[in-house]
């Protein structure tokens, strides 16, 4: 059974984190997260949520917590933002080389200095190499149903790893929005108990992150790289299963009206929603704009990029972090990286914006889907533009 | 306690997460491997305290019979000294291993 409800994002993943019988939420709160752990911590505090909460003095802690949790075979969850996020860094690559199935929240949020508390993927970018299966929400709704899938996935014995939930902090995260919430009962029947792969019991005693001299360390990262690969078809299926179970469809690369479009702009998280709207505004005027969409993150989804992509010959990307002194766009190279497996290559005209919270607003699209057009036109590639800088 | 010997794991090989899933499988690391110099015990003044024992890193210090004096398994003793560092009757002293 689902219930539509007005809800705040925050307190929907909260509650549906309940239902998804948790066993232990070990978080440390930071803006834009806070409300997650916040309720989480009062749904225990309430003999609501039966689970640990354990409120650790820092992210770093937290995410060892959730390693030492998830290792003796509690179902274990955390969240974070930002400079959290960069503190829990080390022990990010300790949970995914010890295969533990932590599911983690990120409210996706700038990284300092300047301080700044608002919204990029400046945090997400940072860690993208930690060998976790990332995902993004684009809404309050998704990141509800994708926080149930997300245990499914990571859960999943072929998989077993970490993952992290991205969603936007304050746009998603703040935001109250009618959310279908499915009861107790139903994420349970969606939901089977955790048995994880290899677990700390004092009657069978293993060691669980011992040295890995340099005869094993290859072998060990390649085989880490191709789990995380090999996570890919378990990612579809039990996307697809969610579907079937839920109605609700979630695949590692959307479009929008992309079937017979010239140019695409690709987007991940919620700007895709604005985005969006401006697509059908230019379609109304005859212009063949569509929109590619990347949710799945880790593992890469080449294949889905490929089909989206199509024939299609002039891609703008839209960066919302930097890499300093590199191409400069995250996503960008990586699409570019990923193009350059082919025969052809289409050109890619790149995009930074909504840095720290900038807003993008229907007009800045508008903007990029002007000069994407021109690109198509004069095949002249601009090079890589700020969105709204002042000059 | 001989040393296990077994080739190299290929990737697939690999235990979860490169666990160790064999309780007390560290005896086949064989720390004596390391040693340059062992201790060596004169029993006139050993007053039987357990102390080296106890101060040990590689526990490879038993006390043997018939007169249940310390000494030390040689397979494990990594010469590190600390034996003899505690010993409060200053009767083991560290002697060069040769070639
Ligand atoms: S510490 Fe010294 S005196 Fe005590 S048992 Fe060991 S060798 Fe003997
Ligand atoms: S030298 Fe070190 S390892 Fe050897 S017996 Fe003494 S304390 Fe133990």
């Known amino acids: 059974m689902e219930e539509r409800i007005g809800m705040e994002s925050s307190i929907a993943i909260a509650e549906v984190v309940g239902r998804c019988d948790v066993d232990v939420v070990a978080a440390y709160p930071i803006t834009p997260q806070t409300h997650i752990v916040e309720h989480l911590s009062e749904m225990v505090a309430n003999g609501e949520l039966k689970a640990a909460f354990v409120p650790v003095e820092s992210e770093h802690s937290a995410m060892s917590v959730c390693c030492g949790t998830a290792a003796v075979g509690a179902r274990t969850y955390t969240a974070t933002s930002s400079q959290g996020l960069a503190l829990m860094h080390e022990i990010l690559f300790i949970a995914s080389s010890l295969r533990l199935p932590i599911v983690m929240a990120v409210a996706n949020r700038s990284l300092s200095g300047p301080i700044s508390i608002w919204n990029d993927h400046s945090d997400v970018m940072s860690d993208r190499d930690v060998g976790w299966v990332q995902i993004f929400a684009e809404n309050g709704q998704e990141a509800v149903d994708l926080t149930i899938w997300a245990f499914r996935l990571a859960e999943d014995r072929r998989v077993s790893l970490p993952v992290m939930v991205h969603f936007d902090g304050f746009i998603v995260s703040h935001m109250i929005e009618p959310i279908l919430m499915p009861d107790h009962e139903t994420v349970r029947g969606y939901l089977p108990p955790f048995e994880p792969l290899l677990r700390l019991d004092v009657d069978r005693p293993v060691s669980i992150g011992p040295v890995g001299i340099p005869d094993i360390y290859t072998e060990s990262k390649f085989l880490q790289h191709k789990l995380v690969v090999d996570a890919y078809q378990p990612i579809v299926e039990t996307l697809e299963g969610f579907g079937k179970y839920f109605g609700r469809h979630y695949h590692p690369v959307e479009t929008y009206r992309a079937e017979d479009a010239e140019v695409l702009l690709c987007t991940m998280g919620s700007l895709s929603e604005t985005a969006m709207t401006v697509v059908d505004r230019r379609r109304e005027k005859g212009h063949k704009v569509g929109l590619m969409r990347i949710r799945l993150w880790r593992p890469f989804p080449f294949e889905d990029i490929y089909r989206a992509v199509g024939a299609v010959q002039t891609i703008g990307v839209i960066d919302r972090a930097v890499s300093f002194g590199g191409p400069p766009g995250p996503v960008a190279s990586e699409l570019k990286a990923a193009f350059y497996r082919k025969p052809q290559q289409p050109r890619l005209v790149e995009f930074i914006a909504g840095l720290g919270g900038r807003d993008v607003a229907l007009a800045d699209f508008e903007r990029m889907f002007d000069v994407l057009l021109s690109t198509r036109k004069t095949g002249q590639v601009p090079p890589p533009a700020f969105v709204g800088l002042r000059e | ?99």
């Open chain 2, 1 to 99: 306690m001989t040393r296990q010997q077994t080739a190299k794991p290929r990737w697939s090989e690999l235990a979860v997460g490169c666990a160790v899933t064999e309780a007390g499988s560290a005896r086949y690391n064989r720390t004596g491997d390391w040693r340059s110099s062992r201790p060596v015990w004169e029993h006139a003044h050993c007053v039987r305290c357990g102390v080296c024992q106890m101060f040990c890193p590689e526990g490879c210090i038993q006390f043997e019979p018939p007169k249940d004096f310390p000494a030390a398994d040689l397979e494990y003793c990594k010469g590190c000294g600390i034996c003899v560092h505690e010993c409060p009757t200053a009767c083991i002293r560290m002697v060069a291993e040769e070639e």
